[in-house]
Nanobody
Framework: QVQLVESGGGSVQAGGSLRLSCAAS????????MGWFRQAPGKEREFVAA????????YYADPVKGRFTISRDNAKNTVYLQMNSLKPEDTAVYYC?????????????????????WGQGTQVTVSS
């Protein structure tokens, strides 16, 4: 299984920006669709964004559309989440995940159960 390590979290004021990175190790990274999820204290983990193996397709949860951008650089085994116009409600631990289902075709996954490998998470705190 691919191993994932997030970085880039921190504390910012509302309206600010952060870029999260997820470094992957493993031979099959380039063939996995990737996703970002987040979990705020006392809340369920929720889907944020997903990107296809090639980077050609992306999908975003409604609360982050127009503000967040997911991208990947397969040569660097890294996926990114650029977060702009941050709001206090974006405060959460952010996790990257890999859809490790074999020979996956079709639409991008958004369900937790579809992602087989997860990073340890990185804290994002947005103050008002």
């Amino acid at each position: 299984q691919v191993q994932l390590v997030e970085s880039g979290g921190g504390s910012v004021q509302a309206g600010g920006s952060l870029r999260l990175s997820c470094a992957a190790s493993g031979r099959t990274f380039s063939y996995y669709a990737m996703g970002w999820f987040r979990q705020a204290p006392g809340k369920e983990r929720e889907f944020v964004a997903a990107i296809s193996w090639s980077g050609g397709s992306t999908y975003y949860a409604d609360p982050v559309k127009g503000r967040f951008t997911i991208s990947r650089d397969n040569a660097k085994n890294t996926v990114y989440l650029q977060m702009n116009s941050l709001k206090p409600e974006d405060t959460a631990v952010y996790y990257c995940a890999a859809d490790t289902r074999p020979f996956r075709v079709g639409g991008l996954a958004t369900r937790i159960r579809d992602f087989g490998s997860w990073g340890q998470g990185t804290q994002v705190t947005v103050s008002s």
